[in-house]
C-alpha cells in the first residue's frame, strides 16, 4: 500500500507559478511511476507529468518547457514546478503511484488560474 497526499494547490494568476508536492507513505526508491495527472470539469483524466524508473520523465506536449517533475527520495516526496501557469491548466492535480502493478492516488489538489 502506499498513501499519496498533495499540498500547493491554489488560486494563481495567469503567469503565475505553484509547485505542487506529493508525499508518500514510503519510499519511493520503489515505486516504478510517479506522476502527476489533472483534471478539468466535464473532461478525463490527463497524464501532465510523469517519472518512471530510471529517472526518465515524460510530459504533456501541452506543459512542455513550463511544468517539471523532480523528486526528493530523503523525504519521499515528488513535486511539480509549474511556471508561466494559463487559465487552462485549472484542474484538481492528482499524484498518481504505480508499484507491483498497483496504482495509488491522492486525494487531489485544486489549481486555479485566473485570467
Known amino acids: 500500500q502506499v498513501q499519496l497526499v498533495e499540498s500547493g494547490g491554489g488560486l494563481v494568476q495567469a503567469g503565475g507559478s505553484l509547485r505542487l508536492s506529493c508525499a508518500a507513505s514510503r519510499s519511493i526508491f520503489s515505486i516504478n511511476l510517479m506522476g502527476w495527472y489533472r483534471q478539468a470539469p466535464g473532461k478525463q483524466r490527463e497524464m501532465v507529468a510523469a517519472?518512471?524508473?530510471?529517472?526518465?520523465?515524460k510530459y504533456a506536449d501541452s506543459v512542455k518547457n513550463r511544468f517539471t517533475i523532480s523528486k526528493d527520495n530523503t523525504k519521499n516526496t515528488v513535486y511539480l514546478q509549474m511556471n508561466s501557469l494559463k487559465p487552462e491548466d485549472t484542474a484538481v492535480y492528482y499524484c498518481?503511484?504505480?508499484?507491483?502493478?498497483?496504482?495509488?492516488w491522492g486525494q487531489g489538489t485544486q489549481v486555479t488560474v485566473s485570467s
Open positions: 517519472m518512471l524508473d530510471g529517472g526518465i520523465t
Open positions: 498518481g503511484a504505480v508499484r507491483d502493478g498497483n496504482t495509488y
